[in-house]
């Protein structure tokens, strides 16, 4: 019979680690058992907690000494909180907050050889166990296993059911049902809050771990991206002096080129708050190259004020760039640097990288050249009040010039014939309340077009600038069409009686005049959704392979290195390369070099990769905070019908968006009819088994808003004449109607089906 005797003298995992903590020698099971003076049974439940505590990195594992290395163990579990360089970033998983102290950084060695063929790369988030050891000032750790990942935080909304029960009402769009919640801490009903699992078991729930407050309060939709897609958007104080401290650097005028007298502008959104960029052109006086133009396009030196080694530079490269929202930006710099000192700001001289062009009569770059200057913005002014102004006959000279000099340039790109899709971009327009105002569709202006074209021409003169001296070059590449997704465009447009030969060179021209020949408005915005599709997505590297849109060799990111940090290391590289380096500064506080480090040439690969991903994040989060706005606003139309076009189908049913609008919703399969649906795979639709009623991308309907969840950004729709068909989130799925089978007949009074064995089931003969 089982000893039901309770281990009373066994002590807790917390008393265990204190009498650690307090002790001056090490300590064993041993010391433990006296120490707490535990008996029998008692030992072996010791060892089995001890042996807990070791697997949970709270102990070293060894038997006969259990101790902490200066607060880190000899053997650990670690999380991955960033990578650097390359190289993974790790804190203790387990620490204790009553210390005071931040956790410790390690930097993690992961295996060599075959121990490496064993899995991919550590990432952020992922869990090891590890060998710790103290090197000089700071912390490796050996990776001597993976552990298994834990469920991602969950973020979403308290609600409290009738019996007082928590559950979770999820933000994410993929998780339909709420969760129970197993522990509600301090958390009240309506907050948004982060969870975790409250165990091993799907059952055991969730546990909030941190309260954010209001979910439906202007200003928290981004918010939830943030948290979601763990953007980071705080900057320490050590950052924050430092960026102070490089603030003050002073411009040495001997070693800048002066172009302080000439009248450049800074053409921007009238809600801009730092200017990365001003153009400036003249007719060029020279001869040799009669009917052409002088050029400027001068860009903020940031390069200057952020060097290698220094915490912001490290901060800029984790941001990767700056992430903007209706109501916010995460910028990628501190405010002193990216909305004062570095930003072109009118009638203030300010460092700067100028790129200086000769254009010829044909629009054509024909030189280039590239200096540290310094430079005095004449104007800043807003697209808007641009356009309008050259529109009017009192435009000053200036903006004549870049008009002129622009219109060269505009031939030229046509002439080299790039992707040209006419797509809308919405923009969510906010009143002072931070609340939506309007949603309105980007207007697009020749003052746009402008500045887009002279920026485009640095970009190229940057990576043509670099290449001449063959130096380390951080291309922005967007590769040709893969033969998996033209077959696939292929294929679609057959169905449309239109033909895609993949035997010739496949450029951007011939995807503009595959556009151009059609003529129904409503097929031809079909065609430019498939092509979109079918584009390659663009991304940073060291290695070109051309930009397949702009119909480029040779392209690089140059004109933004206040948002994006390809174009800081791409100033860098031109510093080195063009001997641009200024005078070393005053004392200690700021690196003397301000070309690439030695570790970005050798690591570029890794570089470009890290702030590729942190691009893709920032563009999946500002679009999820537009759905998420959109829904807001519709969530009090809900019921209303909308005009809307088809942009996808699916098997499950169609995306619809309402035009004008924007915001992606789902019209389930179930909401069409009481017809079974077969899904086309390459044609992209859906086709009713009876009625033959075909539903295809490009498709103008009218539907019903059934459902507009601002939390998770989702809509649903559903056609008018099926109006509450659609169930509301987190309900059980009711009974639906059988689709066909054979009909009912009367039986005296009762009305019955066919009788017998089912005729999908074999009978089963057996042997006697």
């Known amino acids: 019979m089982a000893n039901p005797r309770k281990f009373e003298g066994l002590p807790s995992k917390e008393q265990v680690m204190e009498l650690i903590k307090g002790s001056d020698t090490p300590v064993g099971k041993r010391e433990i058992a006296r120490h707490f ?7 072996i439940a010791l060892k089995a907690l001890l042996k807990d505590m070791a697997e949970e990195g709270l102990i070293d594992g060894k038997r006969t000494a259990y101790h902490r290395m200066g607060g880190v163990p000899k053997v650990t579990v670690l999380r991955v909180v960033e990578i650097e360089d390359g190289e993974a970033i790790a804190v203790p998983e387990t620490w204790d907050p009553d210390s005071g102290q931040a956790p410790p950084r390690l930097r993690v060695v992961e295996p060599k050889g075959k121990a490496k063929r064993a899995g991919p790369a550590l990432r952020k988030g992922d869990r090891v166990l590890a ?80 309260v954010l407050g209001d979910p439906l309060a202007p200003k928290s939709f981004s918010l939830i991206a943030i948290h979601k897609y763990e953007i980071p958007h705080v900057f320490t104080n050590e950052v924050l002096d430092e960026a102070e401290t490089s603030a003050r650097l002073p411009l040495s005028k001997e070693q800048r080129e002066d172009l302080t007298a000439l009248p450049i502008v800074a053409i921007d959104p009238a809600d801009a708050r730092d200017h990365d960029d001003a153009i400036w052109a003249a007719p060029d006086d020279n001869p040799d190259n009669a009917g ?42 501190p405010e002193v640097l990216s909305a004062d000192v570095c930003s072109l700001g009118e009638g203030e001289d300010r460092a700067a990288m100028a790129c200086h062009l000769t254009i010829d009569a044909d629009g054509r770059v024909k030189n280039f050249r590239f200096t540290r200057a310094i430079v005095r913005i004449h104007e800043v002014i807003a697209y808007e009040d641009a356009q309008e102004r050259i529109d009017s006959d009192q435009a000053p000279a200036h ?35 931070g609340r939506i105002d309007a949603i309105v569709v980007r207007e697009r202006l020749d003052a746009h077009r402008v500045v887009e074209d002279f920026m485009i021409a640095a970009n190229v003169a940057a990576a ?61 915005e079909l065609i430019m959704e498939q092509v979109l599709r079918t584009q390659m997505q663009a991304y940073y590297g060291p290695r070109n392979a051309g930009h397949f849109g702009l119909s480029l060799g040779s392209y690089a990111h140059f004109t933004s290195p206040i948002r994006r940090y390809a174009d800081l290391l791409v100033h860098r590289a031109l510093v080195d390369a063009y001997r641009l380096e200024q005078p070393k500064p005053q004392g200690n506080a700021i690196p003397a070099g301000s070309g690439l480090s030695d570790l970005d040439r050798e690591s570029l690969d890794r570089v470009t990769e890290a702030i590729s991903r942190a691009e893709r994040r920032a563009m999946e989060a500002e679009r999820d905070t537009i759905d998420r706005y959109v829904a807001a606003w519709l969530s009090g139309r809900v019921g209303e019908t909308f005009e809307t076009r088809v942009t996808g189908v699916q098997k499950f049913g169609l995306f619809a968006t309402i035009l004008g609008v924007g915001g992606d919703g789902l019209v389930p399969v179930s909401v069409l009819g009481d017809e079974r649906f077969n899904y086309d ?21 009218t539907l019903r808003l059934a459902e507009a969840n601002p939390l998770s950004g989702a809509l649903k729709f559903e ?21 066909g089978g054979p009909p009912l007949k009367h039986k005296g009074k009762h009305m019955v089906g066919k009788r017998g064995r089912p005729g999908n089931i074999r009978h089963q003969g057996r042997k006697k």
């Open 37 to 43: 003076k535990l008996k029998g049974q008692e030992k």
């Open 131 to 210: 060998r710790t050891e103290e090197v000089g000032k700071g912390w490796l750790a050996h990776v001597m296993r993976k552990l298994p990942d834990r469920a991602d935080v969950l973020m979403g909304v308290v609600e409290i059911d009738g019996s007082g029960k928590g559950w979770l009402a999820p933000t994410d769009k993929s998780v339909r049902n709420s969760i129970p919640i197993a522990d509600l801490a301090d958390a009240e009903e309506g907050q948004l809050v982060l969870a975790e699992p409250a165990g091993k078991s799907p059952r055991s729930g969730v546990k909030v771990t941190e």
């Open 292 to 333: 052409g133009w002088k050029a400027l396009v001068a860009i903020a030196d940031v390069s200057f004020y952020v060097r290698p080694g220094m915490k912001i530079d490290r901060e800029a490269r984790k941001r990767g760039n700056s992430v903007y929202f209706p109501d916010r930006v995460v910028p990628m710099l």
């Open 399 to 433: 903006l004549k010039n870049l008009w002129g000099c622009w219109k060269l340039l505009a031939a030229a790109r046509d002439d080299r014939e790039p992707l040209d899709l006419d797509l809308p971009e919405r923009r969510v327009v906010l009143d002072e309340k």
């Open 464 to 524: 043509k600038a670099l290449e001449a001296k063959a130096a380390p070059v951080v291309y922005r590449v967007h590769e040709t069409p893969s033969r998996e997704k033209l077959v696939s465009l292929r294929d679609y447009l057959k169905t449309m009686d239109r033909s895609l030969s993949l035997g010739q060179v496949i450029t951007p021209s011939l995807f503009n005049r595959l556009i151009k020949d059609v003529a129904d408005v409503a097929e031809k």
């Open 681 to 701: 795979d390459k044609a992209q639709v859906l086709v009713g088994q009876e009625s033959g009623t075909v539903y295809r991308a490009g498709d103008r309907l």
């Open 719 to 739: 056609p008018p004449e099926f109006a509450g068909s659609i169930e509301p989130r987190g309900s059980r799925p009711a009974a639906r109607k059988k689709r």
